[in-house]
């Protein structure tokens, strides 16, 4: 028998986490692992956008760490919607080797991108504008990971990839400019 969609069993404001604790659905355990849910989407548009742009150095590549970061991403759903004191439920987990990819990721983009000597402007390329709109939205996760932190148990794993993973999405977006020979417009602070 398929499982339905629809439950109500949060018609009332409350949701249920792994483990069977009923909260309220604007809780920051909530709010954490939906805005991760949030990033996953927004990726997932990056990943189909880099795949409709012929230019772009690597894209297969990027692809695929894009769609291994959102795996990982449902990796994170799953440790932050579960109840840390009562779930029983085995959940897949994150390594110190995930994050080690986006930092040889960035290591690699870092050596063939010109230096950086101001804050840049997003923009220049919808691609590019695209790819700092999920950077937000992952510095945004990774503070509602940290709120929850300051309250419950978070697997420290969690919060460093999330940090990692927006370092890694500054990076792609000056890869994409630079393969899409937008330009980078400097922050030229008003003084």
């Not at 063939?112 to 510095?139: A, Q, Y």
């Not at 709120?147 to 420290?156: G, I, K, M, Q, R």
Request: charged share 25%.
């Amino acid at each position: 028998m398929a499982l339905k969609i629809y439950t109500k069993t949060g018609d009332k404001g409350q949701t249920g986490l792994l483990g069977g604790t009923r909260v309220p659905k604007h809780h920051i355990r909530i709010e954490a692992y939906g805005t991760v849910d949030e990033l996953n989407s927004w990726i997932g548009l990056l990943r189909d956008s880099i795949s409709l742009e012929k230019p772009i150095a690597n894209g297969q590549q990027l692809i695929a760490i894009l769609i291994e970061t959102q795996d990982r991403l449902f990796t994170i759903g799953s440790s932050l919607a579960s109840d840390p004191e009562k779930s029983k439920v085995k959940i897949p987990h994150l390594t110190e080797d995930d994050i080690i990819l986006f930092e040889k990721e960035m290591d690699a983009m870092d050596a063939v991108l010109p230096p950086m000597k101001n804050f840049v402007l997003p923009g220049g390329h919808k691609l590019v504008s695209e790819c700092h709109i999920v950077r937000c939205v992952c510095r945004r996760a990774e503070r509602r990971v940290n709120h929850l932190a300051e309250t419950e148990p978070v697997d420290d794993l969690v919060i460093k990839y999330l940090n990692r993973l927006s370092d890694y999405l500054f990076m792609l977006s000056r890869k994409l400019a630079h393969d899409l020979n937008a330009a980078e417009t400097p922050w030229k602070p008003r003084m």
